[in-house]
């Protein structure tokens, strides 16, 4: 599900508290989160709703100015279902404060081993090799990095988020680059010859 900026703005506000999309099946599930530019958006209630049943409130709610809007901006398709999604705020996404811990515990350097090595076991050395081609590559778009390792693009960008996940690299209008904590891991990694 993607929000504009001005969304992600109002939500974080309370302005905003409800979204309106028709889908062929739902791309959220409540109480999940959302992550976003602005953290991650807490997932409320998703339901089926009849678009005849909406209402002024409803569209402001949403953004709107009126329903004329609303309904307007709603995506058509016979083939797809009119949802309506509630936002229970916006929290902190936990990846940003992880990229600046930069002093990696026996326990934290552990764990990354243990998940490198589980994510290479069909090509070892392949996500530290990763963390090194954006190391020495940051700004490089994904295309380009991925057919230096002789992979698919989807793959890669796939690959370069179960790092993001760990801290260990952010994503930039271009390419990615290593974040703090990843220049630490790469660090790790030169010592310990991976």
Do not use: C
Request: hydrophobic share 45%; aromatic share 6%.
């Amino acid at each position: 599900m993607l929000l504009k900026q001005a969304t992600l703005e109002g939500i974080r506000r309370g302005d905003i508290t409800l979204a309106f999309r028709r889908w062929q099946r739902p791309t959220v599930k409540a109480g999940t989160g959302l992550r976003t530019a602005v953290g991650v958006v807490r997932i409320g209630v998703v339901e089926v709703v009849d678009e005849a049943t909406l209402s002024e409130a409803d569209a402001r709610a949403a953004g709107y100015n009126d329903l004329g809007a609303l309904t307007a901006d709603l995506r058509d398709g016979a083939d797809r279902t009119l949802y309506r999604i509630s936002f229970d705020g916006i929290e902190a996404d936990a990846r940003l404060s992880l990229r600046e811990a930069v002093d990696l515990s026996d326990a934290d350097w552990h764990a990354l081993a243990v998940r490198f090595e589980r994510w290479d076991s069909t090509a070892p050395g392949y996500f530290p090799s990763i963390l090194r081609l954006i190391g020495q590559n940051p700004e490089v778009a994904a295309a380009v990095l991925a057919e230096r390792l002789g992979v698919e693009k989807l793959k890669f960008k796939q690959d370069v988020r179960k790092l993001k996940e760990f801290g260990l690299t952010e994503s930039l209008d271009v390419g990615y680059r290593l974040s703090p904590r990843g220049t630490a891991a790469l660090e790790k990694l030169r010592e310990h010859r991976l």
